[in-house]
């Protein structure tokens, strides 16, 4: 029998403005031992790449565009806005050059176009729809530089170390602790978009994401403390988890037992949710390190999103049957029950009946994952079988609306 060819598919970057997809073509991969045909694809890469970032538009043909734009505006001003009109909008693009053709088309004005009663378009949205193009292709064409292999996908590799310096709000970083920085932004990529932990991300998903535009927010100077620290890749997010890290590891080791663990956030993770955790992820003589932690934290801290609670099903679902049942439930609220005698607080009896009210599930007797995503209350389930403040909070939540209620109608005769 004949041997299997070994092929891949290379992806090419395609100019039609209307879709972002790539043509596919199907190449021969080199052997291992084929030192020369390796050499000659890692080249041809290169060429390309090369040529693909001389076609993008620099500041000066984009400043040089901004000023066509604003030479063609045609009157009436919409608002505060300057407006332009299809014809203009096509001999701008005639004087723009050849890099600026492919912006020019009647599908992109068609796209923009929405209420003007003169069936004009925005100068400014127009020229950020051409600004996001620009930095999309630039970005692809960056990170592909990191895809060794060429097949579309990244590893962890060094692209976000060697972002560090350019961007502004992480010059306070000390470099001893880059690699920590390092760890913890690139788990969040792997995190949400490698879910079958394959330990490779499509450059098109990173792309696609919103994580790409958290980073490089960070190159504002003037970034709002608020907005730091919303932003898993700031210098604060990153230190607090860093931090959090190192104050649990009470024997300094540098790992994380089930015992110091027990003491994350209120300290009020059940017992039996803490033991399937030990169970499922990756530990090492029984102890957890930085990387694993980060995928707790970040399933915990998101579990209104499907990779989160993917995660946590996972522990959920102990007999590996890809549903939660009566059984399921039962085992963990007995571990809530058990955190609640211990705190001396009156016991609950669990009504199963509740949950499957809550997440309505197709079979009324089991409850999937794709269950829990679409009933949109997976963080309210979830934190009712693993966590006793999430549970108190659930059970309290009547009252708790009704003290904010009055808090809000004591400020407002305050305001009065």
């Excluded at 994401?209 to 490089?216: A, E, K, T, W, Y």
Aim: hydrophobic share 40%; with cysteine.
């Amino acid at each position: 029998m004949a041997s299997r060819e070994k092929i891949t598919i290379i992806q090419v970057f395609n100019d039609d403005d209307d879709d972002d997809d790539d043509d596919v073509v199907f190449m021969q991969l080199p052997a291992e031992d084929e030192v020369l045909l390796q050499k000659l694809r890692e080249e041809s890469r290169a060429v390309f790449l090369q040529r693909k970032s001389r076609e993008l538009l620099d500041n000066e043909e984009l400043q040089n565009l901004w000023f066509l734009l604003d030479k063609h505006q045609v009157p009436p001003v919409s608002g505060d806005e300057a407006m332009i009109s299809y014809e203009a909008y096509l001999l701008v693009g005639e004087r723009a050059g050849p890099k600026c053709k492919k912006f020019f088309t009647a599908r992109v004005y068609a796209k923009l176009l929405h209420s003007d009663p003169y069936g004009r378009i925005s100068i400014m949205q127009f020229f950020n729809y051409v600004m996001r193009k620009v930095w999309l292709h630039q970005t692809r064409i960056g990170l592909s530089l990191y895809d060794v292999a060429g097949q579309g996908y990244l590893r962890e590799s060094n692209y976000i170390l060697e972002l560090i310096p350019t961007l502004p709000q992480l010059d306070g970083l000390e470099k001893s602790f880059y690699s920590f920085y390092v760890c913890t932004a690139v788990r969040k990529f792997f995190f949400f978009l490698d879910p079958l932990r394959t330990g490779k991300i499509k450059i098109q998903d990173i792309l696609a994401c919103s994580f790409l535009d958290d980073l490089l927010e960070l190159r504002d100077e003037e970034l709002s403390k608020e907005s730091q620290e919303s932003n898993w890749f700031s210098a604060p997010s990153a230190l607090r988890v860093y931090g959090q890290y190192l104050n649990l590891d009470k024997d300094h080791n540098g790992m994380l037992s089930k015992e110091e663990l027990s003491r994350y956030g209120t300290a009020t993770l059940t017992p039996v949710f803490l033991d399937r955790v030990f169970q499922e992820y990756l530990t090492y003589d029984g102890e957890m390190d930085y990387k694993t932690y980060l995928d707790f934290v970040l399933a915990l801290e998101n579990r209104k999103e499907p990779a989160a609670l993917q995660y946590i099903f996972k522990l959920l679902d102990m007999e590996n049957l890809g549903h939660l049942n009566v059984f399921s439930l039962n085992y963990f609220f007995r571990a809530i029950q058990e955190q609640m005698k211990l705190h001396g607080q009156e016991q609950v009896s669990f009504q199963d009946d509740e949950i499957f009210d809550m997440v309505k599930p197709k079979d009324p007797y089991k409850i999937t994952l794709q269950d829990l995503v679409n009933s949109c209350q997976g963080d309210t389930v979830t934190s009712i079988l693993i966590d006793l403040n999430g549970f108190w909070t659930y059970e309290n939540r009547e009252v708790l609306v009704a003290n904010d209620n009055d808090s809000s109608n004591a400020a407002d005769l305050d305001d009065t």
